[in-house]
């Protein structure tokens, strides 16, 4: 706290928007507003540090405001007997909720983990938010009960999400995304508790962390990952 009370934590225009208002800070006033008093430019002492070099890890403990669904949905798919790498996929599918932003997770998600996993675990978590909206009777899966409570019974998905779908459905890759959808369940038993120790080896063998540490490798989702790390940062 000493060091915010030196330094200015700026709230970005995506904060303002979910405020309902079309804001941004603005840099002078707000120095006219803190004498004295320099922008921060780094890590915000307010959030939980992250280490030089972090790793996927690090900021499941550290960024990821819950991680009980990731956790659950790939202990499900563990127990199931997926391979590692659909594994792998629904302990990430959702990072990009978790960590950012609601509105189109899947391809947050999926660019943020691109350059470190098989394209077809990318793929698959950025598909699975599409194809969650329609249900495969030949694998058993239907419509989300819990949709109808969330959107309504009307809600009919965009046609950018139906272009999608039928672009993912006659994919290759098809069911490992089809396997997130199964294995991305609600309902598990709020009461379990799944320990990310349990991923570890998985993450290990198909998550290529970087040696510069998640940020600073420069690859092209390192912003992503910077910007989860110093959300607040001026620029
Ligand atoms: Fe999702
Ligand atoms: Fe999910």
């Given at each position: 706290?000493?060091?915010?009370?030196?330094?200015?934590?700026?709230?970005?225009?995506?904060f303002?928007l979910?405020?309902?208002?079309?804001?941004?800070?603005?840099?002078?006033?707000?120095l006219?507003a803190?004498?004295?008093?320099?922008?921060?430019?780094?890590?915000?002492?307010?959030?939980?540090?992250?280490?030089?070099?972090?790793?996927?890890?690090?900021?499941?403990k550290?960024?990821?405001?819950?991680?009980?669904?990731?956790?659950?949905s790939?202990?499900?798919?563990?127990?199931?007997?997926?391979?590692?790498?659909?594994?792998?996929?629904?302990?990430?599918?959702?990072?990009?909720?978790?960590?950012?932003i609601?509105c189109?997770?899947?391809?947050?998600g999926?660019?943020m983990?691109?350059?470190?996993?098989?394209?077809?675990?990318?793929?698959?978590?950025r598909?699975?938010?599409?194809?969650?909206?329609?249900?495969?009777?030949?694998?058993?899966?239907?419509?989300?009960?819990?949709?109808?409570?969330?959107?309504?019974d009307?809600?009919?998905?965009?046609?950018?999400?139906?272009?999608?779908?039928?672009?993912?459905?006659?994919?290759?890759?098809y069911?490992?995304?089809?396997?997130i959808?199964?294995?991305?369940?609600?309902?598990?038993?709020?009461?379990?508790?799944v320990?990310?120790?349990?991923?570890?080896?998985?993450i290990?063998?198909?998550?290529?962390?970087?040696k510069?540490?998640?940020?600073?490798d420069?690859?092209?989702?390192?912003?992503?990952?910077?910007?989860?790390m110093?959300?607040?940062?001026f620029?």
């Open positions: 706290m000493h060091e915010l009370s030196e330094r200015i934590a700026t709230k970005s225009t995506l303002y979910g405020d309902g208002k079309v804001e941004m800070a603005q840099g002078q006033a707000l006219a803190n004498p004295g008093k320099h922008f921060l430019m780094g890590a915000d002492p307010r959030l939980p540090p992250l280490p030089e070099k972090p790793t996927l890890i690090d900021f499941f550290a960024r990821f405001a819950t991680t009980a669904h990731l956790l659950q790939a202990a499900h798919a563990l127990k199931t007997g997926q391979p590692e790498k659909v594994v792998l996929a629904c302990l990430l599918h959702d990072i990009g909720v978790a960590s950012f609601r189109d997770h899947g391809y947050w999926a660019q983990i691109e350059p470190y996993v098989d394209a077809e675990v990318s793929w698959a978590v598909m699975h938010q599409a194809l969650r909206f329609f249900p495969d009777p030949s694998v058993g899966y239907e419509y989300p009960e819990l949709y109808i409570k969330f959107f309504g009307d809600y009919k998905p965009e046609p950018y999400i139906v272009a999608e779908y039928e672009r993912a459905r006659n994919h290759k890759w069911m490992s995304a089809r396997l959808t199964m294995n991305d369940i609600y309902s598990f038993d709020p009461n379990a508790r320990d990310l120790n349990d991923f570890v080896d998985i290990g063998r198909n998550f290529r962390q970087p510069e540490g998640l940020g600073f420069n690859s092209p989702s390192s912003h992503m990952w910077r910007t989860r110093w959300p607040t940062r620029l």
